[in-house]
């Protein structure tokens, strides 16, 4: 049984494009992440949610907006896709938001053309 | 800015061989320092560390924290090819939310 799983795993699309990526965990924990990684290979955060509430939310353009419709989903969706939003999008799990380490999916990679 | 940055970027060593990856950070609220082994996807969770002086060991893994000077180093004895990844440090905050910052990474090869 796979931890955190996300779907799709690829994503290829046109610019001005809405698309959404899926994320679920079952481990049982109560806080979930959204990281991007891009070219550089740096991973940045983008989102944290506990039980269902936001609790970070970065310097993300609006675009992006993420939901999570209980504890263990937590899906991204984003509007208008450009160029520069191509990037590997990993969603991460956490047994709370105060401490610990995560539990990655296995990434999207979204190449947006 | 938080910072962290790890060196050296790239390593290829030989099968047998020790290494030592290094990670210094600069973090406000510094709670943590994590490592992390990254292959073709999902990161995987090596070592949390939060008290300086004190190793952790794993198998042929081991880590170190030094608080005072703000540093971190991840070593592998008698590598092996399937230790070939990227090596991720990151660094996490005393605050609400669990954020972790990140470096670039070390990318080890190891050949046979």
């Known amino acids: 049984d796979t931890a955190v799983s996300q779907t799709p795993k690829y994503l290829v699309t046109q610019m001005g494009n809405d698309k959404s990526i899926k994320c679920e965990q079952n481990?049982?924990?109560?806080?979930m992440y959204w990281y991007k990684q891009d070219s550089k290979k740096f991973l940045k955060i983008m989102f944290s949610?506990?039980?269902?509430?936001?609790?970070i939310n970065e310097t993300v353009p609006n675009r992006f907006s993420p939901k999570s419709p209980d504890k263990a989903h937590l899906n991204l969706h984003i509007n208008s896709l450009e160029l520069g939003d191509s990037a590997v999008y990993f969603c991460?799990?956490?047994?709370?938001?105060?401490?610990?380490?995560?539990?990655f999916g296995s990434g999207t990679r979204l190449t947006v053309v | 800015e938080d910072k962290v940055v790890q060196s050296p970027l790239s390593l290829v060593v030989h099968e047998g061989d020790t290494v030592t990856l290094n990670c210094s950070y600069e973090v406000t609220n510094f709670r943590s320092l994590l490592w992390y082994k990254q292959e073709k996807k999902a990161p995987t969770f090596l070592f949390m560390l939060?008290?300086?002086?004190i190793e952790k060991k794993s198998g042929r893994l081991s880590s170190i924290l030094d608080k005072k000077e703000l540093f971190s180093i991840l070593n592998i004895t008698a590598t092996q090819t399937g230790d070939s990844a990227v090596y991720l440090c990151?660094?996490?905050?005393?605050?609400?939310?669990?954020?972790?910052?990140f470096g670039a990474g070390t990318i080890l090869r190891v050949k046979s």
């Open positions: 949610y506990n039980n269902k509430e936001l609790i």
């Open positions: 990151a660094a996490g905050r005393m605050e609400y939310g669990n954020k972790l910052v």
């Open positions: 991460a799990s956490s047994q709370d938001y105060t401490i610990g380490g995560y539990t």
């Open positions: 481990l049982g924990h109560d806080t």
């Open positions: 939060t008290s300086s002086g």
